[in-house]
């Protein structure tokens, strides 16, 4: 079909590539978005336990240093 040369055959094909390849580029895009937010979730968690062992470590120390 495409060989014909058909210049109507020719454009569909070339439209249907343009379309794949613009869906390519889609999931690409989604899939690195949803990569970025797992890594964003994972150095969130890290920082709350972070904050949380400080948190404990200054109570400790607090009660250690309280005066009687």
């Not at 970025?36 to 336990?49: G, V």
């Amino acid at each position: 079909m495409l060989i014909e040369g058909n210049p109507e055959n020719i454009f569909l094909y070339a439209i249907g590539e343009i379309i794949l390849v613009v869906i390519g580029i889609l999931i690409a895009l989604q899939i690195n978005n949803w990569n970025n937010n797992r890594l964003e979730k994972l150095e969130e968690i890290k920082i709350l336990i972070s904050v949380k062992n400080d948190l404990k470590n200054t109570i400790s120390d607090s009660r250690v240093f309280k005066p009687s």
